[in-house]
């Protein structure tokens, strides 16, 4: 079993930056690789990003550009998720999730965080 707990979420304007982080804790060794996805209301759940554990190895949704970043922090077990030039439209609740491959689909991955709310305003 794995726990994430997903922080850094808020209220930032137009072209501002948030950092989520993602702990995890339990038989993290099981796995290796952490995802990002988010939810906007009223709609499904979107890929943004994955990466090894091992390596580093990291692979983007095309949308996302060069605005988001993913690193890990493996002593500590965490991964972020630096999002720069912020939109309106990335308002969301955000995961992070836990998976055997770096995939862009949600269901190959075990175990999710609670989700983080992430609200741009214009």
């Known amino acids: 079993h794995v726990q994430l707990v997903e922080s850094g979420g808020g209220l930032v304007q137009t072209g501002g930056s948030l950092r989520l982080s993602c702990e995890a804790s339990?038989?993290?060794?099981?796995?290796?690789?952490m995802g990002w996805f988010r939810q906007a209301p009223g709609k499904g759940r979107e890929f943004l990003g994955t990466?090894?554990?091992?390596?580093?190895?990291?692979d983007y949704a095309e949308f996302v550009s060069d605005r988001f970043t993913i690193s890990r922090d493996n002593a500590h077990n965490t991964v972020y998720l630096q999002m720069n030039s912020l939109k309106p439209e990335d308002t969301a609740v955000y995961y992070c999730?836990?998976?055997?491959?770096?995939?862009?689909?949600?269901?190959?991955?075990?175990?999710w965080g609670q989700g983080t709310h992430v609200t741009v305003s214009s």
């Open positions: 990466i090894k554990w091992s390596g580093g190895f990291a």
């Open positions: 339990g038989r993290t060794s099981d796995f290796d690789a």
């Open positions: 999730a836990v998976g055997r491959r770096a995939l862009p689909i949600a269901e190959t991955y075990s175990y």
